[in-house]
């Protein structure tokens, strides 16, 4: 943190900003922002737990910052609001609904030490999901006036690259809105990635960029993956009471110490989470009751298996996040990275 303040007092001087609509054009204007006639010191790509506590901390030490932040809708057309993976797909709300499950824990505990609860209880998902939503957004919302406190301008478009210091947008009216600064930085994160060679993958999949959004239970569910999301889920999932299977092609938790992982698995098993070891899944298709039928192939026997459930999650590795194409490669020459 302390680099970091003194990198920033170290940036260049204050310039007026400006929303443009430039005779010229884009690039007109881009040879005027590398002229030095720039808008912000510092302009962050990306609203996330990293961008946020860089525009705070910089607008603190008293550069003048923006914030430009757009959530591309999942697959599934799923959107949230600022504050990037962790408030609106992560750690917040994976951690109210492993609360959920820790509730209903206690109450399965709770006649043992005398409390007569009537065995068992439902679990309303519904309720659960709008108030887990409900804070997500206080959230969303809380994180717009700590910027506006602090008075960094927050762009709800997506970014692409000019030059080294300029990027341009186009806002919901259809406006297009180009930026400068001295200094940008890309912290854009993210998304969970789908196996696009899986045959019906996207059609009939989610990833936890959905679970988290759904107003319905997602039933009995399969969940492809054994990284740490993978588990988080699952386990929530079937805290919760639901029928939930982790398929997974090889160890569970790559990387991480594995006796540890295998003590996590054992814990999982123990409390009602189904494990398909060994298998990957080859197709997904929906059957006319609208259940999803999975097809696997086990590596162990070599034999091919099919299974039901009424979602596939998946949780498998995550790609670096797309959501800033560039029309500037780093040399100069002209790039496209989608």
């Given at each position: 943190?302390?680099?970091?303040a003194?990198?920033?007092?170290?940036?260049?001087?204050?310039?007026?900003?400006?929303?443009?609509?430039?005779?010229?054009?884009?690039?007109?204007?881009?040879?005027?922002?590398?002229?030095?006639?720039?808008?912000?010191?510092?302009?962050?790509?990306?609203?996330?737990?990293?961008?946020?506590?860089?525009?705070?901390?910089?607008?603190?030490?008293?550069?003048?910052?923006?914030?430009?932040?757009?959530?591309?809708?999942?697959p599934?057309?799923?959107?949230w609001?600022?504050?990037?993976?962790?408030?609106n797909?992560g750690?917040i709300?994976?951690?109210?609904?492993?609360?959920?499950?820790?509730?209903?824990?206690?109450?399965?505990?709770?006649?043992?030490?005398?409390?007569?609860?009537?065995?068992?209880?439902?679990?309303?998902?519904?309720?659960?999901?709008?108030?887990?939503?409900?804070?997500?957004?206080?959230?969303?919302?809380?994180?717009?006036?700590?910027?506006?406190?602090?008075?960094?301008?927050?762009?709800?478009?997506?970014?692409?690259?000019?030059d080294?210091?300029?990027?341009?947008?186009?806002?919901?009216?259809?406006?297009?809105?180009?930026?400068?600064?001295?200094?940008?930085?890309?912290?854009?994160?993210?998304?969970?990635r789908?196996?696009?060679?899986?045959?019906?993958?996207?059609?009939?999949?989610?990833?936890?960029?959905?679970?988290?959004w759904?107003?319905?239970?997602?039933?009995?569910?399969?969940?492809?993956?054994?990284?740490?999301v993978?588990?988080?889920?699952?386990?929530f999932l079937?805290?919760?009471?639901?029928?939930?299977t982790?398929?997974?092609?090889?160890?569970?938790?790559?990387?991480?110490?594995?006796?540890?992982?295998?003590?996590?698995?054992?814990?999982?098993?123990?409390?009602?989470?189904?494990?398909?070891?060994?298998?990957?899944?080859s197709?997904?298709?929906?059957?006319?009751?609208?259940?999803?039928?999975?097809?696997?192939?086990?590596?162990?026997?070599?034999?091919?298996?099919?299974?039901?459930?009424?979602?596939?999650?998946?949780?498998?590795?995550?790609?670096?996040?797309?959501?800033?194409?560039?029309?500037?490669?780093?040399?100069g020459?002209?790039?496209?990275?989608?």
């Amino acid at each position: 943190m302390a680099a970091m303040a003194v990198a920033l007092r170290g940036l260049g001087g204050r310039f007026r900003w400006r929303t443009q609509a430039v005779a010229g054009g884009v690039r007109g204007a881009a040879r005027g922002a590398a002229a030095g006639q720039r808008d912000y010191d510092l302009l962050v790509v990306g609203g996330g737990s990293g961008g946020l506590a860089c525009a705070k901390e910089a607008a603190q030490l008293g550069r003048k910052v923006a914030v430009v932040d757009y959530v591309e809708p999942s697959p599934q057309g799923t959107r949230w609001g600022l504050g990037g993976t962790c408030v609106n797909v992560g750690c917040i709300p994976k951690k109210l609904m492993h609360q959920a499950a820790l509730l209903g824990g206690l109450i399965q505990d709770a006649p043992n030490y005398g409390w007569e609860v009537a065995q068992p209880v439902p679990h309303d998902w519904r309720k659960m999901a709008e108030a887990v939503q409900n804070h997500v957004k206080s959230l969303n919302w809380g994180h717009r006036v700590q910027l506006q406190d602090r008075k960094v301008k927050y762009f709800n478009i997506k970014a692409s690259f000019v030059d080294e210091h300029t990027v341009c947008g186009v806002a919901k009216g259809g406006k297009e809105i180009l930026l400068s600064a001295d200094h940008i930085i890309i912290a854009t994160g993210g998304r969970p990635r789908y196996p696009t060679h899986i045959e019906g993958a996207l059609e009939y999949g989610i990833t936890s960029d959905d679970i988290f959004w759904l107003k319905e239970s997602p039933g009995k569910t399969l969940v492809v993956g054994a990284s740490y999301v993978a588990l988080e889920c699952a386990g929530f999932l079937t805290g919760i009471g639901l029928d939930t299977t982790i398929m997974m092609r090889s160890i569970p938790l790559r990387g991480f110490d594995q006796q540890m992982s295998s003590m996590v698995i054992e814990h999982m098993a123990s409390h009602g989470t189904r494990f398909l070891r060994g298998c990957a899944p080859s197709r997904v298709r929906r059957l006319p009751d609208g259940q999803l039928q999975v097809t696997w192939e086990d590596s162990t026997t070599g034999k091919e298996d099919t299974g039901t459930f009424d979602t596939v999650l998946w949780a498998i590795a995550p790609c670096i996040s797309a959501c800033l194409p560039t029309t500037v490669g780093h040399a100069g020459k002209n790039q496209r990275r989608d």
